[in-house]
Protein backbone atom coordinates (compact mmCIF):
# COMPACT_ATOMS: atom_id res chain seq x y z
CA UNK A 1 0.00 0.00 0.00
CA UNK A 2 1.27 3.50 -1.13
CA UNK A 3 2.18 6.34 1.36
CA UNK A 4 -0.56 8.50 0.95
CA UNK A 5 -3.75 6.95 0.87
CA UNK A 6 -7.00 8.72 -0.03
CA UNK A 7 -10.72 7.24 0.48
CA UNK A 8 -13.11 8.22 -1.88
CA UNK A 9 -16.77 7.12 -3.07
CA UNK A 10 -20.30 8.30 -3.00
CA UNK A 11 -22.33 9.87 -0.32
CA UNK A 12 -23.10 7.70 2.63
CA UNK A 13 -21.27 4.71 1.52
CA UNK A 14 -19.00 4.61 5.01
CA UNK A 15 -15.65 6.35 3.77
CA UNK A 16 -15.41 8.03 7.56
CA UNK A 17 -16.03 4.33 9.15
CA UNK A 18 -13.18 2.77 6.34
CA UNK A 19 -10.47 5.64 6.37
CA UNK A 20 -10.60 6.20 10.26
CA UNK A 21 -10.43 1.11 10.91
CA UNK A 22 -7.51 1.66 8.04
CA UNK A 23 -5.88 4.26 10.08
CA UNK A 24 -6.10 2.37 13.67
CA UNK A 25 -5.36 -0.40 11.73
CA UNK A 26 -2.31 0.90 10.20
CA UNK A 27 -1.33 2.81 13.51
CA UNK A 28 -1.10 -0.96 15.01
CA UNK A 29 1.08 -2.08 12.28
CA UNK A 30 3.29 0.34 13.84
CA UNK A 31 2.90 2.97 10.99
CA UNK A 32 2.96 6.52 12.47
CA UNK A 33 -0.03 7.43 11.00
CA UNK A 34 -1.88 11.05 9.86
CA UNK A 35 -5.65 10.65 9.58
CA UNK A 36 -7.04 14.22 7.69
CA UNK A 37 -10.60 14.26 8.00
CA UNK A 38 -11.72 16.66 4.83
CA UNK A 39 -15.62 16.29 4.98
CA UNK A 40 -17.36 19.07 6.39
CA UNK A 41 -19.13 16.99 8.40
CA UNK A 42 -16.32 16.29 10.06
CA UNK A 43 -17.66 12.57 11.75
CA UNK A 44 -14.05 11.54 12.92
CA UNK A 45 -14.18 13.20 16.24
CA UNK A 46 -17.29 11.83 16.31
CA UNK A 47 -16.14 7.81 15.74
CA UNK A 48 -13.57 8.38 18.31
CA UNK A 49 -15.44 9.96 20.60
CA UNK A 50 -12.06 12.51 20.98
CA UNK A 51 -12.32 16.31 20.05
CA UNK A 52 -10.37 16.65 17.05
CA UNK A 53 -9.69 20.33 15.97
CA UNK A 54 -7.90 21.99 13.17
CA UNK A 55 -4.92 20.95 14.55
CA UNK A 56 -3.13 17.93 15.02
CA UNK A 57 -4.52 15.71 17.94
CA UNK A 58 -2.89 12.35 19.01
CA UNK A 59 -5.75 9.52 19.26
CA UNK A 60 -4.07 6.68 19.84
CA UNK A 61 -0.25 5.39 19.93
CA UNK A 62 0.98 5.78 16.50
CA UNK A 63 -1.96 7.39 15.53
CA UNK A 64 -2.58 11.47 14.84
CA UNK A 65 -5.53 13.02 13.27
CA UNK A 66 -6.55 16.57 11.71
CA UNK A 67 -9.78 17.68 10.90
CA UNK A 68 -9.36 20.08 8.25
CA UNK A 69 -12.30 22.82 7.10
CA UNK A 70 -11.85 25.31 3.88
CA UNK A 71 -14.10 27.66 5.64
CA UNK A 72 -11.44 28.10 8.57
CA UNK A 73 -8.77 28.13 6.16
CA UNK A 74 -10.08 30.68 4.35
CA UNK A 75 -10.94 33.07 7.03
CA UNK A 76 -6.74 32.39 8.13
CA UNK A 77 -5.31 33.60 5.04
CA UNK A 78 -8.19 36.92 4.57
CA UNK A 79 -6.82 37.73 7.85
CA UNK A 80 -3.71 37.43 6.96
CA UNK A 81 -3.90 39.50 3.69
CA UNK A 82 -5.57 41.77 5.23
CA UNK A 83 -2.89 42.24 8.63
CA UNK A 84 0.06 42.57 5.36
CA UNK A 85 -2.48 44.91 4.05
CA UNK A 86 -2.41 47.55 7.46
CA UNK A 87 1.53 47.75 6.67
CA UNK A 88 1.86 48.34 3.48
CA UNK A 89 -1.14 50.92 1.88
CA UNK A 90 -2.39 54.15 3.30
CA UNK A 91 -6.04 53.81 5.65
CA UNK A 92 -8.08 54.83 2.56
CA UNK A 93 -7.30 52.14 0.34
CA UNK A 94 -7.32 49.47 2.97
CA UNK A 95 -11.17 49.98 3.70
CA UNK A 96 -11.95 50.30 -0.19
CA UNK A 97 -9.62 46.62 -0.87
CA UNK A 98 -11.09 44.93 2.41
CA UNK A 99 -14.50 45.15 0.84
CA UNK A 100 -12.77 43.28 -2.08
CA UNK A 101 -11.77 40.85 0.10
CA UNK A 102 -15.12 40.17 1.43
CA UNK A 103 -16.31 39.57 -1.85
CA UNK A 104 -14.05 37.30 -2.26
CA UNK A 105 -14.39 35.12 0.85
CA UNK A 106 -18.11 34.47 -0.41
CA UNK A 107 -17.61 33.54 -3.98
CA UNK A 108 -17.93 30.16 -5.13
CA UNK A 109 -14.84 27.79 -5.41
CA UNK A 110 -13.20 30.12 -2.14
CA UNK A 111 -13.16 27.36 0.72
CA UNK A 112 -12.44 24.61 -1.87
CA UNK A 113 -9.58 26.51 -2.64
CA UNK A 114 -8.52 26.83 0.38
CA UNK A 115 -9.12 23.36 1.46
CA UNK A 116 -6.92 22.50 -0.99
CA UNK A 117 -4.17 25.03 -0.16
CA UNK A 118 -4.20 22.97 3.52
CA UNK A 119 -4.68 19.55 1.99
CA UNK A 120 -1.10 20.34 -0.39
CA UNK A 121 -0.03 22.11 2.89
CA UNK A 122 0.34 18.85 4.83
CA UNK A 123 1.18 16.51 1.91
CA UNK A 124 4.20 18.46 1.42
CA UNK A 125 5.25 19.49 5.45
CA UNK A 126 3.94 16.43 7.08
CA UNK A 127 5.28 13.93 4.61
CA UNK A 128 8.54 13.33 5.90
CA UNK A 129 7.28 12.70 9.80
CA UNK A 130 4.80 10.68 8.91
CA UNK A 131 5.06 6.88 7.19
CA UNK A 132 1.31 7.10 6.27
CA UNK A 133 -1.52 9.78 5.76
CA UNK A 134 -4.67 8.55 4.84
CA UNK A 135 -7.38 11.29 3.55
CA UNK A 136 -11.13 10.68 3.98
CA UNK A 137 -12.35 13.24 1.25
CA UNK A 138 -15.59 14.73 0.47
CA UNK A 139 -17.43 12.84 -1.83
CA UNK A 140 -15.85 11.76 -5.29
CA UNK A 141 -15.87 15.12 -7.65
CA UNK A 142 -14.40 17.09 -5.18
CA UNK A 143 -10.76 14.65 -5.11
CA UNK A 144 -10.60 14.57 -8.95
CA UNK A 145 -10.51 18.52 -8.84
CA UNK A 146 -7.31 18.48 -6.43
CA UNK A 147 -5.69 15.93 -8.79
CA UNK A 148 -6.37 18.69 -11.58
CA UNK A 149 -4.87 22.03 -9.35
CA UNK A 150 -1.30 21.50 -9.78
CA UNK A 151 -1.94 21.69 -13.22
CA UNK A 152 -4.12 24.34 -13.91
CA UNK A 153 -2.38 26.30 -11.22
CA UNK A 154 1.17 25.09 -12.24
CA UNK A 155 0.36 27.27 -15.83
CA UNK A 156 -1.38 30.39 -14.19
CA UNK A 157 1.68 30.87 -11.99
CA UNK A 158 4.14 29.94 -14.68
CA UNK A 159 2.61 32.91 -17.24
CA UNK A 160 2.73 35.34 -14.00
CA UNK A 161 5.95 34.90 -13.02
CA UNK A 162 7.12 35.51 -16.72
CA UNK A 163 4.80 38.60 -17.26
CA UNK A 164 5.84 40.21 -13.82
CA UNK A 165 9.69 39.29 -14.62
CA UNK A 166 9.16 41.22 -17.93
CA UNK A 167 7.81 43.89 -16.29
CA UNK A 168 10.75 44.09 -13.75
CA UNK A 169 13.02 43.73 -16.23
CA UNK A 170 11.68 46.70 -18.84
CA UNK A 171 11.71 48.94 -15.71
CA UNK A 172 15.30 48.15 -14.39
CA UNK A 173 16.60 49.28 -17.94
CA UNK A 174 14.57 52.36 -18.09
CA UNK A 175 16.19 53.27 -14.76
CA UNK A 176 19.95 51.68 -15.56
CA UNK A 177 20.32 52.90 -19.22
CA UNK A 178 19.62 49.78 -20.70
CA UNK A 179 21.25 47.91 -18.25
CA UNK A 180 19.14 45.02 -16.90
CA UNK A 181 20.03 44.16 -12.54
CA UNK A 182 19.40 40.91 -11.98
CA UNK A 183 18.80 41.37 -8.42
CA UNK A 184 15.58 43.13 -9.10
CA UNK A 185 14.37 40.56 -10.42
CA UNK A 186 15.14 37.88 -7.08
CA UNK A 187 14.50 40.78 -4.94
CA UNK A 188 10.70 41.22 -6.08
CA UNK A 189 8.59 40.99 -3.36
CA UNK A 190 5.68 39.96 -6.03
CA UNK A 191 7.73 37.25 -8.01
CA UNK A 192 8.99 36.22 -4.20
CA UNK A 193 5.37 35.40 -3.74
CA UNK A 194 4.69 33.31 -6.85
CA UNK A 195 8.12 31.54 -6.68
CA UNK A 196 6.86 30.07 -2.99
CA UNK A 197 3.81 29.10 -4.48
CA UNK A 198 4.99 27.35 -7.17
CA UNK A 199 7.54 25.38 -5.69
CA UNK A 200 5.05 23.93 -3.25
CA UNK A 201 2.52 23.34 -6.28
CA UNK A 202 5.63 21.44 -7.82
CA UNK A 203 6.78 19.35 -4.63
CA UNK A 204 2.94 17.97 -4.19
CA UNK A 205 2.86 17.38 -7.65
CA UNK A 206 5.81 15.40 -7.47
CA UNK A 207 4.99 13.62 -4.67
CA UNK A 208 1.28 12.68 -6.01
CA UNK A 209 2.08 11.93 -9.59
CA UNK A 210 6.04 11.57 -10.33
CA UNK A 211 6.92 9.46 -6.99
CA UNK A 212 4.13 7.46 -7.38
CA UNK A 213 3.26 7.57 -3.42
CA UNK A 214 -0.44 8.60 -3.89
CA UNK A 215 -3.04 5.85 -3.84
CA UNK A 216 -6.93 5.42 -4.45
CA UNK A 217 -9.01 3.45 -2.09
CA UNK A 218 -12.68 3.72 -3.17
CA UNK A 219 -15.57 2.93 -0.34
CA UNK A 220 -18.87 1.12 -2.41
CA UNK A 221 -21.73 -0.69 -1.28
CA UNK A 222 -23.38 -3.56 -3.08
CA UNK A 223 -25.88 -1.29 -5.05
CA UNK A 224 -26.09 0.43 -8.58
CA UNK A 225 -25.31 3.94 -7.62
CA UNK A 226 -22.23 3.68 -5.98
CA UNK A 227 -20.62 1.18 -8.21
CA UNK A 228 -21.25 3.68 -11.68
CA UNK A 229 -19.90 6.52 -10.05
CA UNK A 230 -16.64 4.91 -8.89
CA UNK A 231 -16.50 3.33 -12.75
CA UNK A 232 -16.20 6.90 -14.07
CA UNK A 233 -14.18 8.21 -11.03
CA UNK A 234 -11.84 5.65 -11.90
CA UNK A 235 -10.97 6.27 -15.37
CA UNK A 236 -10.85 9.87 -14.57
CA UNK A 237 -8.05 9.13 -11.99
CA UNK A 238 -6.28 6.72 -14.27
CA UNK A 239 -6.09 9.81 -16.82
CA UNK A 240 -4.33 11.66 -14.39
CA UNK A 241 -2.12 7.99 -13.68
CA UNK A 242 -2.87 8.12 -10.05
CA UNK A 243 -3.60 4.60 -8.95
CA UNK A 244 -6.59 3.00 -7.89
CA UNK A 245 -5.39 0.46 -5.07
CA UNK A 246 -8.59 -1.43 -4.23
CA UNK A 247 -12.20 -1.18 -3.17
CA UNK A 248 -13.94 -1.80 -0.48
CA UNK A 249 -17.41 -3.53 -0.30
CA UNK A 250 -19.21 -1.84 2.81
CA UNK A 251 -22.23 -3.23 4.34
CA UNK A 252 -22.38 -6.71 3.38
CA UNK A 253 -25.36 -8.33 4.66
CA UNK A 254 -25.25 -11.88 7.33
CA UNK A 255 -25.77 -14.56 5.73
CA UNK A 256 -29.12 -16.93 6.68
CA UNK A 257 -31.81 -14.50 6.40
CA UNK A 258 -34.73 -15.37 7.52
CA UNK A 259 -36.98 -12.91 6.64
CA UNK A 260 -38.73 -12.87 3.24
CA UNK A 261 -37.63 -8.93 2.15
CA UNK A 262 -34.50 -9.44 3.39
CA UNK A 263 -33.91 -13.22 1.21
CA UNK A 264 -34.42 -11.30 -1.69
CA UNK A 265 -32.17 -8.08 0.13
CA UNK A 266 -29.22 -10.79 0.00
CA UNK A 267 -29.94 -12.25 -3.28
CA UNK A 268 -29.76 -8.66 -5.20
CA UNK A 269 -26.57 -8.18 -3.05
CA UNK A 270 -24.93 -11.45 -4.67
CA UNK A 271 -25.61 -10.40 -7.69
CA UNK A 272 -24.18 -6.85 -7.26
CA UNK A 273 -21.36 -8.84 -5.83
CA UNK A 274 -20.72 -10.68 -8.83
CA UNK A 275 -21.22 -7.28 -10.79
CA UNK A 276 -18.61 -5.53 -8.91
CA UNK A 277 -16.30 -8.77 -9.14
CA UNK A 278 -16.28 -8.37 -12.95
CA UNK A 279 -16.27 -4.40 -13.35
CA UNK A 280 -13.25 -4.03 -11.26
CA UNK A 281 -11.13 -7.28 -12.04
CA UNK A 282 -7.34 -6.82 -10.89
CA UNK A 283 -7.98 -4.37 -8.00
CA UNK A 284 -8.28 -5.79 -4.85
CA UNK A 285 -11.56 -6.39 -3.61
CA UNK A 286 -12.25 -6.25 0.13
CA UNK A 287 -15.44 -7.08 2.00
CA UNK A 288 -16.54 -5.37 5.42
CA UNK A 289 -19.99 -6.54 6.87
CA UNK A 290 -22.78 -4.94 7.39
CA UNK A 291 -22.07 -3.71 11.58
CA UNK A 292 -24.45 -4.55 14.67
CA UNK A 293 -23.72 -1.61 15.96
CA UNK A 294 -22.24 1.84 15.47
CA UNK A 295 -18.67 2.02 15.13
CA UNK A 296 -17.30 3.49 17.75
CA UNK A 297 -13.67 3.94 19.81
CA UNK A 298 -14.37 0.64 21.48
CA UNK A 299 -15.41 -1.73 18.65
CA UNK A 300 -13.42 0.12 15.79
CA UNK A 301 -9.74 -2.09 16.57
CA UNK A 302 -12.10 -5.24 15.83
CA UNK A 303 -13.09 -3.87 12.62
CA UNK A 304 -9.04 -2.17 12.21
CA UNK A 305 -8.14 -5.37 12.80
CA UNK A 306 -10.12 -7.32 9.37
CA UNK A 307 -7.82 -4.59 6.97
CA UNK A 308 -4.92 -6.73 7.64
CA UNK A 309 -6.45 -9.69 4.88
CA UNK A 310 -6.99 -6.29 3.29
CA UNK A 311 -2.98 -5.04 3.05
CA UNK B 1 44.43 60.78 -9.77
CA UNK B 2 44.12 57.43 -8.59
CA UNK B 3 42.07 54.94 -10.70
CA UNK B 4 38.24 55.46 -8.55
CA UNK B 5 38.79 59.35 -9.35
CA UNK B 6 39.41 59.02 -12.84
CA UNK B 7 36.23 56.50 -12.95
CA UNK B 8 33.75 58.84 -11.17
CA UNK B 9 34.92 61.67 -13.31
CA UNK B 10 33.83 59.82 -16.92
CA UNK B 11 30.83 58.73 -15.16
CA UNK B 12 30.14 62.33 -14.41
CA UNK B 13 31.36 63.01 -17.96
CA UNK B 14 28.26 60.55 -19.51
CA UNK B 15 26.06 61.80 -17.03
CA UNK B 16 26.68 65.50 -18.13
CA UNK B 17 26.21 64.71 -22.07
CA UNK B 18 22.95 62.28 -21.26
CA UNK B 19 21.35 65.25 -19.32
CA UNK B 20 22.60 67.26 -21.94
CA UNK B 21 21.45 65.52 -24.85
CA UNK B 22 18.53 64.01 -23.84
CA UNK B 23 19.73 60.70 -25.86
CA UNK B 24 17.95 58.28 -23.01
CA UNK B 25 14.67 59.79 -22.18
CA UNK B 26 13.17 58.82 -25.35
CA UNK B 27 13.75 55.09 -25.08
CA UNK B 28 13.55 55.19 -21.12
CA UNK B 29 10.00 56.75 -21.57
CA UNK B 30 9.21 53.47 -24.13
CA UNK B 31 10.64 51.33 -21.86
CA UNK B 32 8.59 51.98 -18.58
CA UNK B 33 5.15 52.36 -21.00
CA UNK B 34 6.41 48.63 -22.20
CA UNK B 35 6.62 47.64 -18.94
CA UNK B 36 3.00 49.28 -17.68
CA UNK B 37 1.77 47.70 -20.22
CA UNK B 38 3.02 44.06 -19.15
CA UNK B 39 1.98 45.27 -15.46
CA UNK B 40 -1.15 46.11 -16.43
CA UNK B 41 -1.78 42.69 -18.28
CA UNK B 42 -0.20 40.98 -15.13
CA UNK B 43 -2.93 42.57 -12.73
CA UNK B 44 -5.71 41.75 -14.79
CA UNK B 45 -4.72 37.84 -14.87
CA UNK B 46 -4.53 38.16 -10.96
CA UNK B 47 -7.91 40.37 -10.27
CA UNK B 48 -9.61 40.23 -13.67
CA UNK B 49 -13.03 39.75 -11.44
CA UNK B 50 -13.09 43.17 -10.14
CA UNK B 51 -14.17 44.00 -13.56
CA UNK B 52 -16.17 40.72 -14.22
CA UNK B 53 -14.17 38.44 -15.72
CA UNK B 54 -14.14 35.52 -13.29
CA UNK B 55 -10.81 34.07 -12.81
CA UNK B 56 -10.93 30.63 -11.47
CA UNK B 57 -7.55 31.36 -9.66
CA UNK B 58 -8.81 34.60 -7.84
CA UNK B 59 -7.99 33.21 -4.46
CA UNK B 60 -4.62 32.41 -4.90
CA UNK B 61 -4.13 35.77 -6.16
CA UNK B 62 -5.74 37.76 -2.89
CA UNK B 63 -1.92 37.36 -1.23
CA UNK B 64 -0.74 39.76 -3.57
CA UNK B 65 -3.06 42.36 -3.21
CA UNK B 66 -0.93 43.76 -0.60
CA UNK B 67 1.90 44.74 -2.75
CA UNK B 68 -0.81 45.78 -5.93
CA UNK B 69 -3.27 47.37 -3.72
CA UNK B 70 -1.42 50.76 -4.53
CA UNK B 71 -1.68 50.14 -8.75
CA UNK B 72 -5.08 49.07 -8.38
CA UNK B 73 -7.13 51.88 -8.82
CA UNK B 74 -5.45 53.67 -11.43
CA UNK B 75 -5.57 49.86 -13.37
CA UNK B 76 -9.28 50.01 -12.86
CA UNK B 77 -9.73 53.43 -14.64
CA UNK B 78 -7.33 52.55 -17.21
CA UNK B 79 -8.65 49.26 -18.10
CA UNK B 80 -12.45 51.11 -17.63
CA UNK B 81 -11.57 54.00 -20.41
CA UNK B 82 -10.21 51.69 -23.02
CA UNK B 83 -13.15 52.35 -25.15
CA UNK B 84 -11.49 53.69 -28.26
CA UNK B 85 -8.28 51.82 -29.84
CA UNK B 86 -7.57 54.71 -31.69
CA UNK B 87 -7.05 57.21 -29.08
CA UNK B 88 -5.16 54.64 -27.26
CA UNK B 89 -2.69 53.78 -30.33
CA UNK B 90 -2.31 57.15 -30.52
CA UNK B 91 -1.01 57.92 -27.43
CA UNK B 92 1.89 55.57 -28.52
CA UNK B 93 3.33 58.42 -30.63
CA UNK B 94 5.31 60.79 -28.75
CA UNK B 95 5.38 63.52 -30.69
CA UNK B 96 7.49 65.62 -29.02
CA UNK B 97 10.05 63.72 -29.05
Avoid at chain 1, 183 to 204: F, G, Q, S, T
Avoid at chain 2, 56 to 85: C, F, H, K, N
Wanted: charged share 30%; aromatic share 8%.
Amino acid sequence: MNKIVFFGGKGGVGKTTCSASYAVFSAKSGLKTLLVSTDPAHSTSDIFEKKIKNEITNILPNLDAIEISGEKESKIYMDNVKISLKNVVSPVIVKEINKQIDAASISPGTEEAALFDKMIEIITEKNDEYDRIIFDTAPTGHTVRLLTLPELLGAWLDTLIKKRSKSVTLMSMANHHGQTDKKDIDNDEVIKILRKRYEKINKAKKIMMEDKLLSFIFVINAEKLPIDETVKAINILEKYNVLVDGIVVNKILPENMKDDFWKSKKEQEQKYLDIIMETFKGKKIFKLPLLQEDMKSNNIENIADKFSEFN
Amino acid sequence: MDNEKVKEFLNNFKLFFQGATDFNRKSQSLLMKESHNEMDDFILLCFGDILGIPIPTSYYSLELLPLIADDLDGWQRRMVSRLYIWGEKWGDFDLDA
